[in-house]
């Protein structure tokens, strides 16, 4: 160890040395649950679209669709349900400060996430495995409450999350809360553009995702119904509500540069409160000037307030303990996602179009490029605006009231919790993946028939089955 | 109010423990049940009564921390504090219990399915031992209200220990007995003869722990131990009557009831513990369910949220119940 680094270590461990290891065993948690959030609560609503297009046309495609899909669910409501646990016990293991004061407050919000979290597993367990005997149309009822207790649930997540932005609804007297008023801190300020944009972002992800899958296949010569279709019932809601979470995002940022100018000064590159603020494109900020970006005089000014003369205010507004770290991080977050926004925004356009003149999807293959590529560009740009929120809003865990310096864990070890669970997530990642692709071969070899007992030889199925037999 | 969450969280407890802990005790059901051939039969059983409700039972866990850390902040983050380790590691185990039985279900080839289901099956020991140790520890009184930091002694006493095995062969004892009456309910003779031997074996290893746990209990914390012999009386001799009734219709040929009968004698265990602490939370400190660092509208809060889980979860687990009783999820 350099004589520098231990210099700076000393440092970080007289103000308490847990707290980057705990930001980033939190970071790498939660960027993990958040995807597998994101469709948990879009996917059953995909399914059953999907199915309802069965039911209702006799579509015998996408019934399949739906059933294959619905395994699919199952696999990643489990994996969903295990990381989002063990982000429960991250709340206590990693943020006593911030349970120990604020449990009470951004606790009541959880406990409404709590009834939807039930409800959504209950009728997973009877839509997942009620295929077989429950009647049609039955059978699609019971998977509609998994739909919606995904999106209330999410809302109630999103209600803490947002309350950390802009916490209101309750008295403080010291370090006790004396009163609370779950009302305002379930719909606080930030909860109004924070809900529509994440639910938003859960729906584009999830219809990007699958669209992108099939949208694979066909770039490998698979142009058959089924792919088209599977494409299909992913891409138009997700292409459909691009340009509504384009509308919630701007909204959202300008409801930013009043409640958190921080933040969206580091957003936008704006150092210094004043009118006629330039937007920067791109762009790293350092020694108090940018590289490398492209700078268009007013507009930023023009965006919050439609006026050139706008007064944008600048990081200069807090002393610079107050501001966030790496402002040109949070910056090219912001662009990315934005500029993923628009690029989803113009391949819904351009299969808008192909529809509207010649009732088809675009047979260029750059548009299955991109096609294939939506998902994980929906996937980039929900990550980099959860960057942008949690990190904007550094070194507050809650806005102005709790520092996460104070809110982390002081027990040792959390290097080690890091590194573990780095080791775990990834082999469970790397085995979520695997297993998906193995039952995509699976439906390709025309087998469809789940194995019917754990552990035991197999009922006779031809394909695989067979050279495990010889094995 | 503050008594109601306390009683919300019991319940919360209990519910988790007879549902979700059967749940765990079927992974240990599974682990020792012998090899790919013969132990096809109650693996198949177990891998079927757990798959269509495993999430849902296991939603109780959430819940109970939900209403732990926003009813009782300052006593969540002294038990966080200092039993960091054994947290994690039930945190561990449920991460590797859901994904190995989940992934169990999708592979196909034989030497994948038995990978993925030891990760399952070893993994259903981790949670309701360590969850023992940490429970085990809060009653020894080895949590301290201004706990900064973790502690290994905290729950590595003995009675904590034996909390932590208590609570692997308690699950697997509702597991096999439950497993029993669905074997027998289906008519499957030598599969109920499996489970009931395995359900007789575990309601004596069961009592036994209990016992020595409470033998350990009366040196660590002899205040508790007065209170589970004296006003948690009742509940003690239910719970001892229930565990003796199983046992004595279970060697009876008789498996009618006896889910009802196990579960309650469980219950009445969770109960009996609460009654004995009321009203503290953290033994030995000044903790109690009032003072714990949450005003009187969170209590009201939570009571109404609980009352709008009964409105909705009630209805809705007893379709996912029957639905299952009637063998429609498969």
């Known amino acids: 160890m350099s004589l520098g680094s231990g210099v700076v270590l000393l440092a970080a461990g007289q103000m308490n040395g847990e707290v980057v290891p705990a930001r980033a065993q939190m970071a790498t948690t939660l960027g993990f649950h958040i995807i597998l959030a994101c469709l948990g609560i879009a996917l059953p609503s995909v399914v059953l679209l999907a199915e309802f297009i069965g039911l209702r046309r006799n579509d015998e495609t996408a019934t399949l669709l739906a059933r294959r899909w619905s395994q699919v669910m199952g696999v990643l409501l489990a994996v969903g349900a295990i990381t989002g646990t063990v982000l429960s016990f991250e709340m206590g293991l990693l943020w006593p400060g911030l349970m120990r004061r604020y449990g009470a407050v951004l606790g009541l919000p959880f406990g409404v996430e709590g009834v939807f979290f039930f409800l959504e597993a209950i009728f997973a367990g009877i839509y997942l495995w009620g295929w077989k005997r429950l009647p049609g149309w039955t059978h699609f009822w019971s998977g509609v409450p998994i739909a919606l207790s995904g999106i209330l649930g999410a809302m109630s997540v999103i209600a803490v999350n947002s309350w950390m932005n802009q916490p209101g609804g309750f008295t403080q007297r010291g370090a006790t809360i004396t009163s609370v008023n ?148 949070l910056h090219l977050c912001f662009d990315v996602m934005v500029g993923m926004g628009f690029l989803l925004l113009l391949a819904g356009l351009w299969a808008a179009w192909e529809w509207w003149r010649h009732r088809r999807l675009p047979k260029h293959r750059l548009f299955w490029l991109a096609g294939a590529l939506s998902g994980v560009a929906a996937i980039v740009a929900m990550e980099s605006g959860w960057v942008v929120t949690e990190v904007g809003r550094q070194p507050w865990v809650v806005y102005r009231l709790q520092t996460t310096t104070a809110a982390a864990t002081t027990n040792g070890g959390v290097l080690t919790s890091l590194t573990l669970i780095i080791v775990m997530y990834a082999v469970l990642g790397a085995a979520t993946i695997l297993i998906l692709r193995m039952l995509a071969r699976r439906w390709r070899a025309g087998a469809d028939q789940e194995t019917a007992v754990p552990y035991g030889p197999p009922p006779s199925l031809p394909g695989e089955r067979a050279s495990q037999a010889e094995s | ?296 509208a969170t209590y009201g809060a939570l009571v109404v949220v609980f009352g709008a889980a009964i409105v909705l979860l009630g209805p809705s687990f007893a379709l996912l119940f029957s639905l299952q009783h009637r063998r429609m999820l498969r």
């Open chain 1, 182 to 329: 779950p009302w305002q801190v379930y719909f606080n300020h930030a909860a109004l553009y924070e809900m529509p944009h994440m639910i938003l972002a859960a729906y584009m992800v999830t219809g990007f995702v699958v669209a992108g899958v099939y949208a694979a296949g066909v770039l490998r010569g698979r142009r058959d119904r089924y792919h088209y279709e599977g494409f299909a019932i992913g891409f138009v809601p997700a292409a459909i509500l691009t340009p509504f979470q384009i509308f919630v995002g701007d909204t959202a940022a300008r409801a930013i540069a009043r409640d958190q100018p921080v933040k969206f000064a580091s957003m936008e590159y704006v150092p210094r409160t004043s009118r006629h603020v330039a937007e920067w494109i791109g762009g790293v900020y350092a020694n108090g000037r940018v590289y490398a970006g492209l700078k268009i005089p007013d507009l930023d000014s023009l965006l919050v307030g439609f006026s050139p003369g706008t007064k944008v205010t600048g990081w200069d507004s807090v002393p610079p303990a107050e501001r966030p770290p790496v402002v040109w991080l």
């Open chain 2, 1 to 296: 109010m503050a008594d109601a969450v306390g009683g919300i969280l019991l319940a919360g407890i209990t519910l988790y423990a007879v549902l979700g802990g059967a749940d765990f005790g079927g992974g240990l059901w599974d682990l020792l049940a012998g090899t790919a051939q013969r132990g096809q039969a109650p693996r198949a059983l177990i891998d079927e009564t757990i798959t269509p409700v495993w999430e849902a039972n296991h939603v109780w866990l959430v819940f109970d921390l939900v209403i732990f850390w926003t009813a009782f902040p300052h006593a969540f983050t002294a038990v966080m504090n200092t039993l960091a380790l054994p947290l994690w590691l039930s945190a561990a185990g449920i991460v590797l219990r859901g994904a190995g039985f989940a992934f169990r279900k999708e592979v196909t080839r034989l030497a994948l399915q038995r990978v993925t289901g030891a990760v399952f099956a070893f993994s259903s020991l981790l949670t309701p031992f360590f969850m023992g140790t940490v429970i085990g520890a809060i009653a020894t009184g080895a949590v301290r209200d201004d706990a900064s930091h973790a502690s290994l002694a905290a729950w590595t006493s003995p009675t904590a220990l034996l909390a932590g095995l208590l609570f692997v062969t308690a699950c697997g004892y509702l597991a096999a007995v439950y497993l029993t009456s669905e074997a027998a309910r289906r008519g499957e003779r030598q599969l109920r003869k499996y489970f009931l031997r395995r359900a007789q074996a575990a309601a004596i290893v069961a009592g036994a722990l209990s016992l020595a746990t409470l033998v350990a209990l009366h040196g660590a914390n002899p205040g508790l131990f007065g209170h589970l012999t004296g006003r948690a009386l009742p509940l003690m001799i239910l719970a001892g009557v229930c565990g003796l009734a199983v046992l004595a219709l279970l060697t009876a040929g008789r498996t009618k009831g006896t889910r009802v009968v196990a579960a309650l004698g469980v219950s009445a265990v969770v109960w009996g513990w609460g009654v004995a602490q009321y009203p503290v939370l953290l033994p030995g400190t000044p903790v109690t369910l009032t003072n714990s660092g949450a005003p009187q």
